[in-house]
């Protein structure tokens, strides 16, 4: 089953816009990871936030994580066609059956 | 460094048939898991192998099999293949457990006939 759930299912954009994604999960985490696929290949990591930790950034993506709403955003700026791709939210509760739990994505596209 | 390596790209099998699926880790990761993904359930873990031992296994049947040699390659095992078994099957490897990120491979694309 899903721990992830991630709004909204599709998201159409221009070049240059903006681009937000959200992640909602159900029972607490340890951390959470956002990944990026291309269409029918494998998935490529983006970025791991602690439970601990309130937002982070690399290069254009800034993700926040709200542990009290059980929630996070992927914020995708000055977007671009090449990151059209589908976006998932993984979580994981740590200890040792330790596996990542993926939501069923959003797929963005970016228009030129 | 070389990525995760996953063969074949694409297999058909009929119904009842076995299958075996092949990944090669990055050099030096020692986490192996296997994930299956189709378009009505999206991705599914199945197993996770971590020094040629299973760590952790997720809902399915036991069908689906897999193990982990000592240079942390796996395989996973379908046998008695069902329709509902066509999907895309993702190999994916870490360092370590807990919380390292995973690398994913391109998957192997089954169908079943």
């Known amino acids: 089953s899903q721990q992830g759930e991630e709004d909204p299912q599709a998201l159409s954009i221009q070049e240059g816009e903006n681009a937000t994604m959200n992640c909602s999960y159900k029972?607490?985490?340890?951390?959470l990871q956002w990944y990026r696929q291309n269409s029918g290949r494998g998935l490529v990591h983006l970025i791991l936030?602690?439970?601990?930790?309130r937002e982070k950034h690399s290069g254009r993506l800034r993700v926040t994580l709200d542990t009290s709403k059980k929630s996070s955003s992927l914020l995708i700026t000055a977007s671009r066609a090449a990151d059209t791709a589908s976006y998932f939210c993984?979580?994981?509760?740590?200890?040792?059956?330790?596996?990542?739990?993926f939501g069923k994505g959003t797929l963005l596209t970016v228009n030129p | 460094k070389a990525g995760v390596t996953q063969t074949p790209r694409y297999l058909i099998k009929t119904r009842g048939q076995q299958v075996t699926l092949s990944c090669s880790p990055i050099?030096?990761?020692?986490?192996v898991s296997w994930y299956q993904q189709t378009p009505g359930q999206g991705l599914q873990f199945l197993f996770e192998?971590?020094?040629?031992?299973?760590?952790n296994k997720g809902n399915f049947p036991g069908r689906f099999s897999g193990r982990q040699f000592s240079n942390s390659r796996s395989e996973m095992n379908v046998s008695t293949l069902e329709l509902g078994d066509s999907a895309l099957y993702l190999c994916?490897?870490?360092?370590?457990?807990?919380?390292?990120?995973?690398?994913f491979g391109n998957g192997t694309r089954l169908t079943v006939t």
């Open positions: 936030i602690r439970s601990n930790e």
């Open positions: 192998y971590f020094s040629e031992t299973q760590r």
């Open positions: 994916a490897s870490s360092l370590d457990r807990g919380g390292s990120p995973l690398h």
């Open positions: 993984a979580t994981d509760s740590g200890g040792s059956n330790y596996k990542l739990t």
């Open positions: 050099s030096g990761h020692r986490s």
């Open positions: 029972t607490s985490i340890n951390n």
